[in-house]
């Protein structure tokens, strides 16, 4: 699973064998949530959460958010087109 970003001690990875739509992991001090990334205009939304506290979760959505581009670009070059 390639780490396509860092936030802080959190890793956010695009699993090669995962299924649409366009979404990634990110991982963490023993907690993991995913979050579907929507598109260059849109945002970032919470698909499931596994321990990540509720604080935590609006961190790492605001940083996918200024990271979306990059977050897609990655997908796309794993996945091919969303």
Same mark, same amino acid.
């Given at each position: ?21 366009? $979404?990634? $992991?990110?991982?963490?001090?023993? $907690?993991?949530?995913?979050?579907? +990334? ?29 990271? +979306?581009?990059?977050? +897609? ?5 794993? $996945?091919?087109?969303?």
């Amino acid at each position: 699973m390639p780490t396509v970003l860092r936030i802080g001690a959190w890793r956010v990875a695009v699993y090669p064998n995962d299924h649409r739509p366009a $979404h990634v $992991h990110v991982i963490g001090q023993g $907690h993991e949530a995913v979050f579907t +990334l929507n598109d260059p205009a849109g945002s970032v939304s919470i698909g499931e959460n596994y321990g990540f506290p509720a604080r935590d979760v609006i961190r790492i959505q605001g940083a996918l958010e200024e990271n +979306l581009a990059v977050l +897609l670009r990655a997908w796309e070059g794993i $996945h091919g087109t969303r």
